[in-house]
């Protein structure tokens, strides 16, 4: 008898963290405060309609089983626990969609006496028991569920209730129906990480993966380029490290190009070393649920068609937060987004209560926080654009996705990173590459005219950051205007000289210092505490808003104080409609950690201002022009030989060539 194919196993958390539990168990110990007409309910979900679930705030109680390692749990004495939780609930609708199961097993092992019951849900929410089983003593029961009621999305999951002191779950894994399970050798996969002065983090990551030899045991090696100054192999723990992957581990120094250029050398050498089918890219300060690893792979394996498999982000730092879990581009605008809600509690409401969660939600790309590319898709569309940092992942699956391939984001494989709350990045050096990369994306996928709203979009961003007093901003978003307008071919060779160039205007802007000594100013000013439900204007208000907000940037001299102390300090919770009444503000940047400095400057004002109107009219009027000369460069930018050239790489070789023969050598001018 075969060895049964694992697609998802039942895992716990270590208990050196215990902050995550309810991602991975749920007593089912919960109070329904019931608000104006809302319906009562036992907190399993066991209403028939989600109507009835939707108004309720649920406060859970703090009830934790007693774990046994990373794979056994006991309840205790008359005690009931849901594995319905995000980490151990299996998201049957996926396998349905993008699989070839038409099912799947679910094997349940334990000790003493107790009671397994099945549940499954619709894309609605509405939960259904499907079977049950009572159990004495230790042994195995399995469960064959099928595939047949999951089109438009749903979940299973099992409970279990003790009846005896002893009952104890010892290991559980939902498996693939050995009538499903595929005949050939298993793929395998390369993870490829891009750090940068991030040693700590990344070595930290490194040991986590060590930790599970299940993921080992799927995983070819382990590329990590490093692209800083502070190098991973000089740290005190690296050998430690490299020696718990057995021999997986190959560190490789290049000088710093990006994300864009990190993620391309590690799909690059991956390729060339020929004993890869995926590259799954990993952020380097990420923690990752290792049992996500394999999961992602299980689900590639048994896709119908290659298929790019991204997780989903929880908040580093708010960890029981899911902050991103299904994105896609608004093709108007061309702006990424959340399609399903975000900043979702699972403290507040767990997944059998939250109906949105039952729903399948199809993605137009998936963060290279983590994200599993088959090779084959790699060698037909190509690598990373050359963008240095920001839109090279949705790019990549935009144009996966004209080539017949397909992006999804699967529940129950997620790392946690730090989320985009506690970040300003369009504020600072960033904004640059947040500007260029999205215009040169949407020269290259979108769908509309003169690319739909974008132009306006651009220009209504360059206004509120001029009135924010954001110099700093509107100037490197106009260097990205002229950076796109001159054309593809300066893309390549701008990744490494870039930066550099935008970090050396900075001193011309005194808003783009972070200050954190708050006595520089002598005495701090006090704290302007705007509420969050500020009106914001709209409508006629919005015209007579700005009409006399640009009289006033633009005309009237900022007080002779401005520039010696600022006049108020404003949280990073104030709306920025409430900033351009003011002359000198200090901001509290988005972590927390410093505040930034802002100074009317009615010259600056009017000249950003004016560059802004006539590049943006300048742009839209050569928009056609400019997205047929990028969509007949696209192969020339992301080709293999392009990205060879660019780090500075011996040539690419045929896959089927030993790989001990084949990685590219960096020449020279790529070590730093």
């Known amino acids: 008898m075969s060895t049964p194919i694992v697609l998802q196993k039942v895992i716990f958390p270590s208990s050196s963290d215990p902050d995550v539990a309810p991602l991975y168990v749920d007593p089912d110990e919960w109070t329904q405060i019931v608000t104006p007409g809302a319906v009562t309910g036992r907190g399993r979900g066991a209403a028939s309609d989600e109507s009835t679930l939707q108004p309720l705030r649920l406060t859970h109680h703090n009830v934790t089983p007693m774990l046994d390692g990373r794979r056994g749990l006991k309840p205790g004495l008359d005690k009931r626990v849901s594995l319905g939780t995000y980490f151990n609930a299996f998201p049957a609708s996926y396998w349905r969609r993008w699989t070839k199961l038409t099912g799947v097993r679910l094997s349940i092992s334990t000790t003493g006496p107790g009671d397994i019951i099945v549940y499954r849900s619709n894309a609605r929410g509405v939960i259904q028991v499907v079977d049950s089983a009572h159990v004495e003593e230790a042994g195995t029961v399995d469960f064959d569920l099928g595939f047949d009621y999951f089109i438009d ?100 120094d290049q000088v710093n190009a990006g994300g864009s250029g990190g993620f391309s050398r590690g799909m690059l050498e991956t390729v060339a070393a020929g004993t890869s089918d995926y590259v799954m890219l990993l952020d380097d300060d990420v923690v990752v649920e290792p049992e996500s690893i394999r999961r992602a792979l ?84 190509g690598l990373s654009l050359p963008v240095f940092i920001k839109w090279d992942d949705a790019e ?163 007080h002779p104080q401005a520039s010696v102390r600022p006049d108020t300090h404003l949280p990073r919770t104030a709306p920025w409609w409430t900033v351009p009444s003011m002359d000198s503000v200090v901001i509290t940047n988005a972590e927390g950690s410093g505040v930034t400095w802002h100074i009317r400057d009615r010259g600056m004002f009017r000249s950003l201002l004016w560059s802004s109107l006539t590049q943006n009219l300048r742009f839209r009027r050569r928009w056609s022009t400019l997205s047929e000369t990028y969509r007949s460069r696209e192969h020339d930018l992301t080709s293999l030989e392009s990205w060879t050239s660019t780090l500075g790489l011996g040539p690419v070789v045929p896959a089927s060539v030993p790989a001990a023969d084949t990685a590219p050598v960096p020449a020279e001018s790529t070590r730093e």
């Not at 599970?212 to 050998?239: C, F, P």
């Not at 290659?306 to 608004?330: C, N, Q, R, Y």
């Not at 701090?524 to 907000?549: A, C, H, W």
């Open 298 to 381: 299980a689900f590639a394996r048994l896709c119908t068609d290659p298929t790019i498999v991204g997780g989903h982000m929880f908040d580093m730092f708010d960890k029981t937060k899911l902050h991103a879990f299904a994105e896609s581009i608004d093709t108007w605008n061309f702006m990424w987004g959340p399609i399903t809600p975000s900043r979702h509690d699972f403290t507040a409401m767990n997944l059998r209560q939250t109906t949105w969660l039952h729903q399948r939600n199809d993605v137009a790309y998936n963060g290279w926080w983590m994200s599993l590319i088959p090779i084959e898709i790699i060698r037909e569309v």
């Open 396 to 558: 990549f699956s935009l144009r996966a996705s004209e080539h017949g391939y397909s992006t999804v984001s699967l529940p129950g494989a997620a790392v946690w990173h730090v989320s985009w709350v506690d970040k300003d990045d369009s504020r600072d050096w960033q904004a640059f590459y947040h500007a260029r990369n999205r215009l040169v994306a949407a020269l290259l996928h979108s769908p509309h005219a003169k690319g739909g709203r974008l132009t306006i979009s651009n220009l209504a961003s360059d206004v509120r950051h001029l009135l924010t007093m954001d110099y700093y901003t509107v100037k490197l978003r106009q260097l990205a205007y002229e950076s796109v307008m001159a054309g593809p071919d300066a893309l390549h060779g701008e990744l490494t000289t870039r930066l550099p160039a935008i970090r050396a205007l900075a001193g011309d802007y005194p808003e783009s210092a972070l200050i954190k000594d708050l006595g520089r100013f002598g005495r701090f000013p006090m704290t302007n505490l705007v509420g969050s439900d500020e009106p914001r204007p709209s409508g006629r208000q919005l015209y007579s808003f700005l009409i006399k907000s640009f009289v006033r940037h633009g005309l009237k001299k900022p």
């Open 153 to 252: 999305g749903g979940w299973y999951w099992f409970d279990l209730v003790s009846r005896g002191e002893d009952f104890a779950l010892t290991s559980a894994e939902w498996q693939a129906p050995p009538s499903d399970e595929p005949v050939g050798p298993e793929r395998t996969l390369t993870i490829a990480i891009t750090t940068l002065n991030r040693t700590a983090y990344c070595l930290e990551l490194l040991a986590t993966i060590a930790t599970d030899a299940d993921v080992l045991a799927g995983l070819d090696q382990i590329l990590v380029v490093d692209q800083g100054t502070d190098k991973i192999r000089e740290h005190a723990r690296y050998a430690e490290v490299d020696a718990a992957l057995g021999g997986r581990l190959r560190v490789i």
